[in-house]
């Protein structure tokens, strides 16, 4: 049986060493302090791009797929943009979705599909077309331009003056509706302050308020429960960042890990478990062996990320259970956000919260474990690796 475990150990940890060799030995990525993809150049399949600064002004008839420091993309994608940076604009046209997460994020021109944004300033600007809806996490969110559909959002502040085409569910601190707004649905909000509508503001629905306790840390248990407090917010923090990172660079991958723990709870569980113990015991058996220790030293990050962070795909495989026994079905990232909090409520409860949490990261390190397995399988008889 241990032959098996670590056998499964190490094809999941080898699996994650290979994704970079496959994803970027493409024969469309451009890699260099500039890279730039010309006006007058056309990608007829899927583009790969990094750098300190990656502009895209030419024509991408497939997905993009961008990470660098100062990202432009100023021409046309005709599928998905998938872009990771620390300032991204937006200013050309793209036919899919974009899912981008970086410090500073940037939308003016037109997207046919959906919008999904992890970000610390994100700007649609008035001259932008979101066709389709859109999901955004920031510290600072201003949409100036239309929205076809639906908008949800997580923000430190929020600010709409322009036309959102159905409903909008937010958790903010702060909520502003310029005058230019138009709501064509429900408005739903989490927050601590009342919404300030302009005068000029339409909302063709209902508005809805649900008020945020303040949580206070208990004086009685002094440092300690500051402490505890702190670990908390900082775990369901890093939790919701890396979930949403998951979800908007990797929604189909997210999916089949959450499939294997609706289909498979208990060897989920179970091989999480196993693999919670056996892990470390391969770090120091690599460690030992002086040359494998660049290899333990990975294998430790890897084990300490997945453990820290299995729990998001509980939380989506536990959002998935509340949106059905509410009749609902939403998307992946509203999916996700309902289990992260109903976990997190759970967790407060003495002694039961810490065994359900535990339980909970054991499921999700086993689904990936179980996942990554099939993946390196399925490469490997495709003669791929």
């Known amino acids: ?51 300190e600064k990656v502009v895209l002004s030419g024509t991408v008839n497939g997905d993009a797929y961008i990470a660098g420091g100062n990202v432009i993309v100023d021409g046309v994608v005709n599928g ?24 500073n ?14 970000g610390g300033n994100i700007d649609i600007e008035q001259s932008s077309n979101i066709v389709g809806s859109m999901v955004g996490a920031g510290g600072n969110i201003q949409v100036f331009g239309p929205i076809g ?42 927050s601590e302050r009342e919404i300030n509508i302009a005068n000029d503001a339409t909302v063709s629905g209902e508005v809805t308020q649900h008020i945020v306790p303040r949580v206070d840390v208990p004086k009685k248990e002094g440092i300690l429960a500051a402490i505890n407090f702190g ?40 091989i999480g478990f196993l693999a919670l113990i056996i892990t470390p015991i391969i770090i120091v058996l690599l460690f030992i062996t002086i040359i494998g220790i660049p290899l333990s030293i990975l294998l430790l990050v890897y084990y300490i990320f997945v453990v820290m962070f299995a729990k998001v795909f509980t939380a989506v495989f536990l959002g998935g259970k509340i949106s059905g026994f509410l009749g ?39 689904a990936v474990v179980l996942t990554k397995r099939e993946l390196f399988l399925n490469l490997r008889s495709k003669k791929i690796i």
Do not use: C, H
Request: hydrophobic share 50%; charged share 15%; proline share 2%.
């Open 1 to 51: 049986m241990s032959k098996v475990f670590f056998g499964i150990l190490f094809t999941s940890f080898l699996f994650l060493i290979l994704i970079p060799t496959f994803v970027f030995a493409q024969e469309n990525l451009r890699s260099d302090e500039v890279a730039t993809l010309e006006k007058d150049e056309v990608i007829d399949s899927d583009y790969f791009s990094t750098g």
């Open 328 to 366: 609902q079905k939403y998307n992946l990232f509203i999916t996700f956000l309902f289990g992260l909090a109903a976990l997190s409520i759970v967790g407060l409860i003495p002694i039961v919260g810490g065994i359900i949490s535990f339980v909970a990261m054991l499921a999700g390190f086993g």
């Open 80 to 103: 998905d943009l998938l872009v990771a940076g620390g300032n991204i604009s937006v200013l050309g046209k793209v036919a899919g979705d974009i899912r981008a997460a970086g410090g």
């Open 105 to 118: 994020i940037n939308i003016s021109g037109v997207v046919d599909g959906n919008v999904t944004t992890v």
């Open 149 to 190: 559909r639906g908008l949800t959002v997580g923000a430190g502040a929020l600010t709409i003056n322009n036309t959102v085409g159905s409903d909008i569910l937010a958790g903010v601190g702060e909520f502003d509706l310029s005058s230019n707004a138009r709501v064509n649905g429900d408005i739903i909000y989490a």
């Open 231 to 270: 670990w908390n917010l900082y775990t369901f923090l890093g939790t919701f960042f890396v979930g949403a990172i998951l979800i908007i660079f990797g929604p189909n991958y997210t999916r089949k890990v959450v499939a294997k723990i609706n289909d498979r709870p208990w060897m989920s569980m179970g």
